[in-house]
């Protein structure tokens, strides 16, 4: 199999790592702290925050549009809107990165607690009572609701 020599990339992992430089075909491959794959981006500190930043804004994005382009915010519909093209967003490979870290979390749960806001009956509500009435569902940790 011939490989792109352009393409190739050299990420090192761990603390006591001698950082060699490796070449193929006699060239010298660059080094990078991180690298996307398929949607997923991998660092060479193995976490996830990187991924939830882009997660976050892809998932802000969407919801910016729903929010510019829906007049009538009525609960099932702004529900299913949320589902279709926001979550998704929130929940690609959160296998792959399980999201380790609060600040992470919280990040994604932004987007949650400004879609329940953006629907009119809701908006005076607590964000828990929200979320119960919206019947989300996931656990509670330090009065955080977390996705799961």
Known sequence: MLFNVDKCKVMHFGHNNLMMDYTLDGKVLDVVRE???LGVVL???LKASRQCIQAHSKANSMLGVINCSIVYKAADIMLSLYKSL????????TVASSHHYVKDKELLERVQGMFSRMIPELKALSYPERLS????YGHWKKDVFMLT
């Open 43 to 45: 660092s060479n500190d």
């Open 35 to 37: 690298e996307k794959d």
């Open 133 to 136: 009435r919206l019947n989300f």
């Open 86 to 93: 926001v979550r998704p967003h929130l929940e690609y490979c």
